[in-house]
């Protein structure tokens, strides 16, 4: 199983970003999470969608700013997006996505995906 994030940059205060996460190896009904961490900070989800039905999660703070997407269309091969429009130095971490078979309720919760990849900075200036 392999997942790479790209999009990651320096962005302005209000721009936008859309960060991508290819992975392969693993079926469709995996959930797929985006989490960020900022220096000093524990790992903190953003958003997800739920393998066993699509459903999706937000955090408070991506509510509104935020739109996570998949296309499963390939079994093998899972394509994860989450556009993030009106980014705000707060926003600055790096993103991490992550895959586990685990339901909606769950899908929150880092501890409690399988496959991580190695992130992509976001950094927002004021």
């Known amino acids: 199983v392999q997942l790479v994030e790209s999009g990651g940059d320096l962005v302005q205060a209000g721009g936008s970003l859309k960060l991508s996460c290819a992975i392969t190896?693993?079926?469709?009904?995996?959930?797929i999470g985006w989490f960020r961490q900022a220096p000093g900070k524990e790992r903190e989800g953003v958003a997800c969608?739920?393998?066993?039905?699509?459903?999706?999660?937000?955090?408070d703070s991506a509510k509104g700013r935020f739109t996570i997407s998949s296309d499963n269309s390939k079994s093998w091969n899972i394509s994860v997006n989450m556009q993030m429009d009106n980014l705000n130095p707060e926003d600055t971490a790096l993103y991490y996505c992550?895959?586990?078979?685990?339901?909606?309720?769950?899908?929150?919760?880092?501890?409690?995906?399988?496959?991580w990849g190695q992130g992509t900075q976001v950094t927002v200036s004021s």
């Open positions: 969608v739920s393998g066993s039905d699509g459903r999706t999660w937000y955090a």
């Open positions: 992550a895959a586990g078979l685990l339901g909606y309720a769950d899908c929150r919760i880092p501890t409690e995906y399988d496959y």
């Open positions: 190896g693993i079926h469709f009904d995996y959930s």
